[in-house]
């Protein structure tokens, strides 16, 4: 047996507490290790110079100030009588707090979505824009589709038509 | 009949102070003994004893005797001071990694102090102090482990079951605690060893 194999034994040993197979064990290795019988024997004198160490005695006063700290304290309220476990009524605060603000939400707004993909990209990007421009913050939407910048830009790619940003966005209206 | 700790931590809970007294007179001495091993003066340690008996009052509505109340009692306790450690700790290195000593709790930051401190200690200190301070030398967990495994004189399983590991592990960690110890307390052990041979001569081992 190796010395580390009795290290976790070894003070067990010396203190006399080692179970009698760890005590077997110990003595087998010291009886052939020289290492470990001085440690043992330092061991053994570290143990009792710990025992050297003397008690001391709470100061006079320690008492009383305990009692009045404990004399200080409130009383459990009612809601900890009532799930006594502290990180419990916690989570339940939590949990209720939690319910009480989705409760208070507004129905959510779900966007449409977007249709099945045309195989045309502009009436694509019309129905993107359909689905964005009932979106809270278009707010000027009829302010945005009269702009004379638009109807400028458009008609510079598609010249057949004379007004096709007109009727593009009154048929997105 | 004796009221088991168990028994009087449940009269607690029922609302009976006296019982809650008795475990205070019961325990000061052990805790404020442990705490002061293992912070660095015994103010802090009764105020961190306080802080246990506070502890253990304010839990007495959810008290459930699932395990032994020593295990309990000094769980709480070394956390306490495990904390405390740290905190201060913490603090001295900021306030000053150069600050010098106090007179009670030796730097394990000073890598010079290391060298001299053993034969400066001899002629300065007394023995207890030395003994004091090599303990306070070791890692915090090591420490409560000797602590509660001399002092306290409690069994493996409980120890562990204070610190949150394995038998195994707080085994190991004895054994890593004694051999710092063993080289903090050479030289008294080398003093004390030739009484502790032939004192030991006899036993069987």
Known sequence: ?173 | MARTDVQLMLDVKAGDEASFDFLLQKYRSPLVNFLNRMVRDQATAEDLAQEVFLRVYRARKQYTPSAKFTTWLFRIATNLALNSVRDNRHHRMGISIDAPADGDDAPPLELKAREMRIDERMIERDRVEIIRRAIRSLPEKQRAAVLLHKYEEMDYGEIAGILDCSEAALKSMLFRAYETLRVELAPLVIQAAPVSRSGREGRPS
């Not at chain 1, 080692?18 to 330092?42: M, T």
């Not at chain 1, 993909?117 to 979106?135: C, G, I, N, T, Y």
């Open chain 1, 1 to 173: 047996m190796k010395c580390e194999d009795v290290e976790q034994g070894l003070i067990a040993f010396v203190d006399e507490r080692a179970s009698a197979a760890e005590r077997r064990d110990v003595e087998s290795h010291l009886a052939g290790c020289a290492v470990c019988r001085a440690r043992v024997q330092e061991f053994r004198g570290v143990s009792n110079l710990l025992g050297e160490l003397p008690a001391i005695e709470p100061s006079f006063g320690f008492d009383a100030r305990v009692r009045q700290r404990v004399a200080a304290e409130p009383e459990p309220g009612w809601f900890a009588r009532l799930v006594p476990q502290g990180r419990l009524a916690l989570s339940a605060a939590m949990l209720v707090a939690l319910t009480v603000w989705m409760l208070k939400l507004p129905p959510n707004r779900t966007v449409e979505p977007a249709p099945a993909a045309a195989p045309v990209a502009a009436a694509s990007s019309d129905q993107d824009f359909d689905a964005v421009k009932d979106l809270g913050v278009l707010e000027n939407y009829d302010v945005v589709t009269n702009m004379d910048a638009l109807s400028q830009l458009v008609p510079t790619k598609t010249p057949e038509a004379p007004k096709p940003d007109a009727n593009q966005t009154q048929s997105n209206d």
